[in-house]
Structures are given as C-alpha cells and as structure tokens.
C-alpha cells in the first residue's frame, strides 16, 4: 500500500446507479458509465454513494454495482467501494466482501442519522479500519447537524490505524480545517472535497488531493483542477464559472441532483433514461426546462475547442 504523500489525484467521480423502467439495476447501463469514466481520463470513480442512491439498494445490489463497476474496468480504472451502514457489523460485512470483489479502496461515511458522541464515532471507525487491515480506507464525513469530525480523532485514527488514508469531508468554510488537519497529519491524509466540487477552487491551493462530485461533470472539473494546481488561476476561473450554474442548481437537492445527472448523461449520449428509485424528486415544468438549458449549455461548452476538455490523467495509487 502506497502512502498519498505529495501525490494529486483530481477527479475521483461518483458513477450513478442506472435504472430499468421496473426500477432493476440495469448492469449493461453501468458498465457504458464506467467506460464513459474511463474514455474522459478519470483513473478513480466511487459508487454505490450519496449521488448512486446507495440508500436506496439492498446490501446486495451495493455489493452487485461494485462487482459490475471492478469486472469492467478490468483493471482500466480504480474501484472506490462505498460501504456505508449505520451498523458496524452490517458495514464491516459489506467492505470484507467489496474487498473479496476487487475493490481497490473502501469509502464510509460517518453515520449521522442521530448525533452521537465522538468517542461512539471513534469505536466504530477503528473496528472498521481493523476490519480490512490491509486495505486502504477513505472516510466521508457529511454532518447536516454540525460539524465533521475532529482533527485530533483524525490524527488518532491516522496513528493507530495506516490503512486510514484518505478523507472526504463536505462542508462549507473548512479551508481553515483542512489546513488544520494537514498540519497534524504531516500531509499524510489525501483530502478530498465533495459536495460537487463546489469548493475546489479555495481548496485546490490549500493542499486537497481531489474531488469526489458527480460523473457528468468529471472531466471538465479534471480540467479545473488541472489548470488551478498549475496556477493557471484566469483560465481555472473562467472554466469553473461556466459549469457552476449546473452543479449549484442540481444540489438544491440531493433527489433534484440525481434528474440532472442522468438527464445530462442522457444528453451526452452514456443513459437513455433518467429513472431514480422511488420515493424520487418529480421536477415541475419549469424545472425541467431549466434543468435542459444548463445541459445544453454545458454541452455547448464541451463543444468550445477555446477550452479543450480532453482526457487528463488522474492517477489513484494505492
């Protein structure tokens, strides 16, 4: 297992869970998205999450996505297996077996349904991470309540556990917590944003390692993150500010994000239909018209040979 020290990894996107019209899991829809990953230049995607709709899968169909997702990348791409339950025993089982499927890192999010104590979060991330010892582990924290955890639980766990290698925090305001925490880590936590990328440009010179946002969008934001790690900050902007009406829109909310995903994926020819499991977000009229004139504008963006979004490099190394 490789230490992320001074390494950059970009974009690392969440692959969607595509839809039957009866709501199955439509195996042959997913493996196109991981193509589609891999034709952009993406070298580390992550499902089943937030933006896969993970809370609406069976144990089962979480550990079928991940098998699909590593059989068809073949090696091509990184599998970033999420393995998220409120329950230990219930996430412990889920990442033995992603492990057994191939997956390359493991991905939990705290569980936040009820506030808990940090020493209960303490507990049950370190039994976790003594789980899969030698695998290694990249921790969500999403705190609608509050805030995320600790920079002293982080060094803890970093000290005690070295398969704890990677972190995705996703809040707003937390430049001055990343610093933080790469301060007391010595650099040896890969920090990821999440949240869309919302965040990447204040964050990018801070010291983070990537983003995790949506798939649709994953190769401009590689540009992105190309162009301001080089310090190329004028044309890192001008970018970003193109693709920031969709992204800030779509996370209104999470059910609203997952039409605008797929609706965009539709429009750049990888889904041919955009069904969310119910209970889904039924967007109105007028938002589905405004939905498709973001869409349509991030495709004429695409289309603009002044920004050349090709495939970047993205590297992952574990």
């Not at 891999?38 to 933006?51: E, K, T, V």
């Not at 709709?53 to 550990?63: G, I, M, Q, R």
């Not at 805030?147 to 001055?176: G, Q």
């Not at 992105?224 to 190329?232: A, D, P």
Request: hydrophobic residues 45%.
């Amino acid at each position: 297992m490789t230490n992320p020290d001074n390494e950059l990894f970009g974009v690392v996107p969440i692959i969607p869970t595509p839809f039957t019209e009866t709501e199955e899991i439509d195996e042959e829809a997913l493996r196109s998205l991981v193509d589609f990953a891999i034709d952009g230049g993406i070298r580390a995607a992550c499902l089943p999450a937030y933006a896969s709709e993970f809370y609406k899968l069976t144990d089962d169909e979480k550990l079928q996505v991940v098998r699909v997702a590593v059989n068809h990348a073949a090696g091509r791409m990184k599998v970033v297996a999420q393995s998220n339950h409120p329950s230990l025993k219930v996430a412990i089982r889920l990442a033995q077996a992603n492990v057994e499927a191939g997956a390359d890192v493991i991905s939990l999010a705290v569980p936040r349904i009820f506030s808990l104590p940090e020493s209960s979060i303490q507990e049950y991330l370190s039994a976790f991470f003594q789980a899969i010892p030698n695998t290694p582990v990249l921790i969500q924290d999403f705190n609608p309540g509050g805030s995320s955890i600790s920079v002293d639980l982080i060094k803890r766990l970093m000290d005690e556990h070295p398969n704890f290698n990677y972190l995705k925090l996703e809040e707003p305001l937390c430049a001055p917590k990343f610093e933080q925490i790469i301060q007391a880590t010595e650099n040896k936590i890969g920090l990821f944003e999440g949240w869309g990328g919302l965040y990447m440009l204040e964050l990018v010179p801070v010291g983070i390692r990537g983003v995790m946002p949506g798939l649709a969008v994953a190769d401009i934001l590689q540009k992105i993150f190309t162009l301001r790690s080089n310090g190329e900050t004028t044309k890192a902007f001008e970018l970003f500010e193109k693709v920031m009406p969709q992204i800030f829109f779509s996370l209104q909310n999470m059910e609203l994000f997952h039409y605008a995903e797929k609706e965009l994926l539709i429009a750049r020819g990888v889904l041919s239909n955009s069904i969310a499991r119910k209970a889904a977000y039924i967007p109105d009229p007028s938002s589905v018209s405004y939905i498709r004139e973001l869409n349509n504008r991030i495709l004429d963006l695409l289309n603009d040979e002044n920004y050349a979004i090709r495939p970047v490099a993205n590297s992952l190394i574990v």
